[in-house]
């Protein structure tokens, strides 16, 4: 084989492992409504979370967690749909979910 088809072989084989290397074995979507404000809350130490709820009628829950290709306002509030997957065998201090955005259905200024 030359060095271009042994290169071409490792760089499919790195990018198939690294897509494995992301532990995502099942997935669901959902809608998130994010609130306007950051609260106090303690994960690991103290840190400022979002509040997030799954309808409408929820109750606000602490948001520990980041969303991919979100980038969170404070004094906006949101309703986004999402992905979340099941994360196999995640750090330690870590969540066994990943969001990702799947898209932006609102943004509101001021909204609660």
């Known amino acids: 084989m030359n060095t271009t088809k042994v290169a071409a072989a490792m760089l499919v084989l790195m990018v198939t492992v690294g897509g494995c290397a992301l532990g995502s074995s099942s997935s669901r979507q959902a809608r ?3 609130a306007p404000e950051l609260a106090d809350c303690v994960g690991v130490g103290p ?3 979002m509040l997030v709820k799954e309808s409408v009628d929820a109750e606000w829950e602490f948001f520990y967690d980041g969303i991919k290709g979100f980038t969170y306002t404070e004094g906006v509030s949101y309703i986004l749909d999402v992905e979340i997957f099941e994360v196999t065998d995640p750090p330690a201090d870590a969540s066994s979910l990943e969001y990702r955005l ?3 259905v609102e943004s509101t200024p001021g909204a609660g």
């Open 32 to 34: 998130l409504w994010i």
């Open 102 to 104: 799947v898209r932006i």
């Open 47 to 49: 840190q400022k979370c």
